[in-house]
């Protein structure tokens, strides 16, 4: 049973910050490539952020201007997104993946959370 479970959303005032996880069993977490995508209101899902399955390469999105960082820990199975300087146009659902080395970076991945909700006020 492939599980990934978002935490860590919420009602944030601009300017604020959030650590967003995902905790992740029914597959090798250490062996896939995880990545995190948001869908914010009247848009499709878009790409986030990524972390190779060794830990040793991140990729983000340029729209997110440096604000976002991925971490994962391989013992506690959890993908991390911190999102700092968080702005009204981050309101959108937020949601992990993983993928099996399909691309780098993963787009349509393998397995994919239920999301959790970001809303930043102004």
């Known amino acids: 049973q492939v599980q990934l479970v978002e935490s860590g959303g919420g009602l944030v005032q601009a300017g604020g910050s959030l650590r967003l996880s995902c905790a992740a069993s029914?597959?090798?977490?250490?062996?896939?490539?995880m990545g995190w995508f948001r869908q914010r209101p009247g848009k499709e899902r878009e790409f986030v952020a990524a972390?190779?399955?060794?830990?040793?390469?991140?990729y983000y999105a340029d729209s997110i201007k440096g604000r976002f960082t991925i971490s994962e820990d391989d013992a506690k199975n959890t993908l991390y997104l911190q999102i700092d300087s968080l702005k009204p146009e981050d309101t959108a659902i937020y949601y992990c993946?993983?993928?099996?080395?399909?691309?780098?970076?993963?787009?349509?991945?393998?397995?994919w959370g239920q999301g959790t909700q970001v809303t930043v006020s102004s």
């Open positions: 993946a993983g993928d099996y080395h399909s691309t780098w970076p993963p787009r349509n991945c393998d397995y």
């Open positions: 972390i190779s399955w060794s830990g040793l390469n991140t």
């Open positions: 029914g597959f090798s977490f250490s062996n896939h490539n």
